[in-house]
């Protein structure tokens, strides 16, 4: 019994060991192929010369809660002109030929959210693009 | 926003004057100055006012649908489904009295209640009544399960059954979602009245009339004080914002 | 022990089942996909009738799991000890039922993948955000009864346990009831007595379905119910009917006293479209006097006779809540009263409906939920009514 118990107490020691030692090359070989460049990275373009409301930084990891705020100011509550606007973000961001901001992995809202495999809602809705006479390009490759 | 300050007066210059043109060459009765003013960027919706219509059965002309057409055209609800299906914010309807055999017709579309059922029913708190009185859908609260379309009196409301793509930027609407008449709030929001009203306006019947219930200066509230009107269903005691005369 | 020993045929066969309920779940879901993605212009729902087949099958669903959950009370709470021994099956059936109409009514949403919208935002005005609760809560308070009831040391707590799982049903069935009843404009629907209607509706139903699937479990284990319980309870579907009977005829006498309501009526009982037969013939006669001749007669009757009365329930509950959901909304809304309208929106109207072919999979499928978790229950658990007659033992198969 006793020698038994002492068996099965390596065992997990050398699989617990094997586990950390593994998980520790991931991290290194992830960390080794993003400074490398070998990890892809959405391509988006932003051809618009001006400001957005915010840093990219700031933007990129808030826009979700921004929208999700404003909106309910905008619908329930009536208040207009606020600067963060989905159709201020579309004027600006829209893809110059398409006129949209998805329908490619360069849109400005598709390139992003595709690579992150978040679903955007909006778009069922929302019209994505500046010129709606323009034939509506799908979400394609949406997750 | 990029343009020289000199551009941007001129721009100013050309608008108020257009504005100003405006109100001269609408029908008589639609007058712009009647309206609010747009609201300020940040400006909630008031409590104070209540956005109202009335419709004048008497001046409603069978066969026009200048109200439809309008509607379709401002909302983007160009559908081409089974008609059963189709979305139609405002409708023609032809009355003819039983009895009498008198005939009538009249736009209807959503009456804006005071006490709306559709609000009541809502699970979510989609169907909600915003301060101003307009009544509408919170389309990223609707899960689509029609329990307003059964509660509402009027059959206002409307279920998108198809895919949607060429909306209209200021309205938003997709499948799965109901949806009804917003009186136009995106215009009144800007200082316009509703897109019906002024089709009726230019088509010389002028049977709409549209402004604030809680002025009483204005154009609506002073007739609904010295004509008799009446709300559809009035024994619901909704107190809709659409006021009929003459059905 | 669960069950006589099981041959490797009934094994088989088991299997096949499952195999076939998955089928109907897996075709369902199709149904529910191809809704989500093409919106409902692919079925026969309108902007006039806005709840169509699934909606049958699901009210169909959470009203007879309601009902038949009554087995277990009258056990537990009135201590009737026939119905004590039947109280787990009731209870299976009752949670099976319960999340096979679920499932459909989720599934028929415009938006079935905003649910967590609807869990998480509540305007307690409507009857369906009191709903959401009311029928969670029900799973959970059916699933501790359960537990109450299959483990012998938690039997002393299978009473007030069965009571709350009474008074919670019908607060449930009464805000089901109240979904219809609480619209105001529905010449259909406007009336207070929906609620106890469907309280009185569920009591047949339930019990219905519950004498169908302990006659098919009885037959499939090879054992026989002594005559005087089998008497009883179809005895006692039939007083269930009659009650509902009596609802429905005052609920139409009322409205056809009013003179506003006469030419609903008159559409819904004389000339609409395919209503008036379902009603009569469906509902009327078969579902409710054919039953109640064979509840009620004093020839002898063998399990046959539950089984048959109960489905010519079912048959006529469907039947009832067609002419009720479909009828009731086909029938246009009276906005302008004393006009005869007529305008592109249906209008003075009556819209005509076809079931179609997603609505009636998806509907179906709740069926095929409903089965599946009855059979593997019944399969895995001891939900088999465990009498103990003495005397009166049945065959020797049954024995422990």
Redesign the interface.
């Known amino acids: 019994m006793n020698a038994l118990c002492q068996q099965r107490a390596t065992l997990s020691r050398i699989v617990s060991g094997l586990g950390l030692l593994l998980f520790a090359a991931l991290l290194a070989v992830t960390a080794r192929a993003q400074e490398a460049g070998r990890t892809p990275k959405p391509t988006i373009i932003i051809e618009s010369q001006q400001h957005c409301i915010a840093p990219p930084e700031r933007m990129r990891r808030e826009h979700p809660d921004m929208l999700r705020h404003q909106r309910v100011r905008t619908v329930h509550l009536g208040e207009r002109g606020s600067k963060v606007s989905l159709n201020a973000c579309i004027e600006c961001h829209a893809d110059r030929q398409s006129g949209s901001v998805i329908g490619s992995d360069h849109a400005f809202c598709q390139g992003c959210h595709s690579y992150a495999a978040v679903h955007i809602d909006c778009f069922d809705c929302h019209q994505p693009s500046i010129r709606p006479s323009a034939p509506r390009l799908t979400l394609g490759a949406m997750p | 926003m990029s343009a020289a300050p000199q551009q941007n007066s001129r721009r100013a210059l050309l608008g108020v004057g257009v504005a100003a043109a405006a109100g001269l060459v609408l029908a008589p009765g639609v007058r712009l100055i009647e309206l609010a003013q747009a609201r300020a960027a940040g400006e909630l919706a008031s409590g104070q006012v209540r956005w109202g219509m009335l419709i004048d059965a008497n001046r409603c002309a069978t066969g026009c649908t200048a109200c439809v057409d309008a509607c379709v055209n401002e909302n983007g609800l160009n559908s081409a ?8 914010w405002i ?9 009498t055999g008198r005939t ?1 017709t009249v736009p ?1 579309m959503c009456q804006h209640c005071a006490e709306p ?1 559709c ?8 169907s909600f009544k915003r301060a101003d009185g307009i009544v509408l859908v919170d389309r ?8 307003c ?7 206002a ?7 949607l793509t060429q909306q209209k930027a200021e309205v938003p609407r997709g ?4 949806e009804g008449c917003t009186l136009c709030v995106h215009r009144i929001d800007r200082g316009q009245g509703p897109a019906c009203v002024q089709a009726c306006a230019e088509s010389e019947n002028g049977a709409m009339v549209f402004g604030d219930l809680n002025d009483p200066g204005s154009q609506i509230a002073q007739r609904l004080r010295v004509q008799a009107s009446a709300a ?2 009035a024994d ?1 005691g909704l107190e809709p914002a659409v006021r009929y005369q003459g ?1 | 022990m669960n069950a006589p020993l099981r041959t490797r045929n009934e094994r088989h066969l088991f299997w096949l089942l499952v195999a076939a309920g998955s089928l109907v779940i897996a075709a369902a879901l199709a149904a529910a996909l191809a809704m ?1 993605e ?4 692919i079925t026969g ?4 009738i ?2 169509g087949t699934p909606h049958i099958f699901a009210i169909f669903l959470i009203v007879a799991a309601s009902g038949v959950l009554n087995v277990a009370s009258v056990g537990s709470v009135f201590g009737k000890p026939i119905y004590k021994a039947r109280a787990p099956l009731s209870g299976l059936l009752s949670l099976a039922m319960l999340a096979g109409g679920l499932a459909v009514l989720m599934l028929d ?4 993948e ?2 967590v ?2 869990a998480t ?3 307690f ?5 009191l ?2 609760f009311l029928y969670s809560g029900m799973f959970a308070v059916v699933a501790v009864y359960l537990w109450m009831l299959m483990e012998a040391r938690m039997n002393p707590y299978a009473k007030p346990l069965g009571l709350a799982a009474l008074a919670w049903r019908f607060v449930l069935t009464t805000g089901t009831g109240s ?1 219809f009843g ?5 010449q259909a629907y406007q009336s207070a007595l929906l609620a106890p209607m469907f309280i009185v509706l569920s009591l047949g139903w339930g019990l219905a379905v519950f004498l169908i699937v302990q006659s098919v479990i009885y037959a499939w284990n090879g054992l026989q119910l002594p005559p005087a319980v089998q008497t009883r309870m179809v005895r006692l579907l039939g007083v269930f009917i009659a009650t509902g009977l009596y609802f429905v005829v005052v609920y139409h006498m009322t409205n056809l006293y009013w003179a506003r309501q006469g030419a609903f009526e008159r559409f819904l009982l004389l000339d609409g479209p395919v209503f008036p037969w379902l009603f009569w013939s469906g509902y009327v006669v078969l579902g409710a006097i054919v039953p109640m001749a064979i509840s009620f007669s004093p020839l002898p009757r063998g399990p046959l006779a539950a089984v048959a009365a109960s489905t010519f329930v079912l048959l006529g509950a469907f039947a009832q809540l067609y002419v009720f959901i479909i009828g009731g ?1 086909a029938f246009p ?1 009276d ?13 003075g109207t009556v ?1 005509t409906y076809a079931p179609s072919l997603p609505e009636l999979t998806l509907g179906v499928g709740g069926l095929g939920i409903a089965f599946l978790i009855t059979a593997v229950g019944v399969r895995v658990l001891r939900f088999v009514p465990q009498d103990d007659f003495g005397a009166h033992a049945v065959s020797h198969a049954a024995q422990e």
Request: charged share 20%; net charge positive.
């Open positions: 489904i089974d008609l059963r299906q189709r979305p139609q409708r023609k309807v032809e009355l003819k009295q039983v009895g009538a209807v059922p609000v009541d029913v809502c699970p979510t708190g989609a990223h609260s609707c899960i689509g399960c029609r329990y379309m059964m509660a509402c009196p009027y059959k409301r409307s279920f998108v059954h198809e895919t499948k799965g979602c109901v559809l269903r619901l059905v | 989500e093409h919106g409902h212009s729902m309108s902007n006039q806005v709840w949403l415009g938006r079935p905003r649910l919208v609807a935002h509540f305007n005005h409507s009857i369906f955000a709903n959401v979904i609480f619209l105001v404009a529905r909304q809304l906005i302008f009263p004393g006009y005869v309208a007529k305008s592109t929106f249906w209008d819209d």
